[in-house]
């Protein structure tokens, strides 16, 4: 069974920059897999940020960007704010109508 | 503007079944694939099932859980049957994203506020 991971936690000071990934437990994570990724504080419904890799939703701030590093998906928010302290989930298509989610990944800005 | 909201949930026996519904508006029902994605206490989000052309589900609900969904009414629904306490979350209904030519982009653009499923004795 495959699954996407995700770091579990992330520390970044205000206006700084962090990279969150989102990997396959087996092979590379490519724009096949359609990566999105969403945000969700805790208690609301989940916010989309990027699909596609990295086409920005709509009204999404250009601070948050997509990309594919390495083998895995990446999403970079430049300039952290307060209100991006959230978590963050990534999706990958898997094919045949299956979507997996990554565990997520919380982010505090300190 | 795409509107979701789902209806349906409550506390329930282990074994008993539920029905869960999702109110959509703001867009051409039947031309989107729809689906329902969950997220148990204190934790991560879990895809559930899609109705598009066909339908699809997650092997944890396979065989217990049914989705389907009513164009002339614009709802869609989750049945669930043989219900477990690890069944117990938020259940959101979440419509898919497209491209401008309509091919599916595989992602979820919209959700709903979700509504509380709890499996309990």
């Known amino acids: 069974q495959t699954v996407v991971t995700q770091e579990p936690s992330f520390s970044v000071s205000p206006g700084g920059t962090v990279t969150l990934t989102c990997g396959l437990s087996s092979g590379s994570v490519s724009t096949s897999y359609y990566p999105s990724w969403y945000q969700q504080i805790p208690g609301q419904a989940p916010r989309t940020l990027i699909y596609?890799?990295?086409i920005r939703s709509s009204g999404v701030p250009d601070r948050f960007s997509g990309s594919i590093l390495g083998n895995k998906a990446a999403l970079t928010i430049t300039g952290a704010q307060a209100d991006d302290e959230s978590d963050y989930y990534c999706?990958?298509?898997?094919?045949?109508?299956?979507?997996?989610f990554g565990g997520g990944t919380k982010v505090t800005v300190v | 503007e795409v509107q979701l909201l789902e209806s349906g949930g409550g506390l329930i026996q282990p074994g008993g079944s539920l029905r869960l519904s999702c109110a959509a508006s703001?867009?051409?029902?039947?031309?989107?694939?729809v689906s329902w994605v969950r997220q148990a206490p204190a934790k991560g989000l879990e895809w559930v099932s899609t109705?598009?052309?066909?339908?699809y589900y997650a092997g944890s609900v396979k065989g217990r859980f049914t989705i389907s969904r009513d164009t002339s009414k614009n709802t869609l629904y989750l049945q669930m049957n043989t219900l477990r306490a690890d069944d117990t979350a938020v259940y959101y209904c979440a419509k898919r994203g497209y491209d401008a030519s309509g091919s599916s982009l595989f992602y979820f653009d919209s959700w709903g506020p979700g509504t509380l499923v709890t499996v309990s004795s």
């Open positions: 703001g867009f051409t029902f039947s031309s989107y694939a």
């Open positions: 109705i598009g052309s066909n339908t």
């Open positions: 999706v990958l298509y898997m094919g045949s109508g299956i979507s997996v």
């Open positions: 596609s890799t990295n």
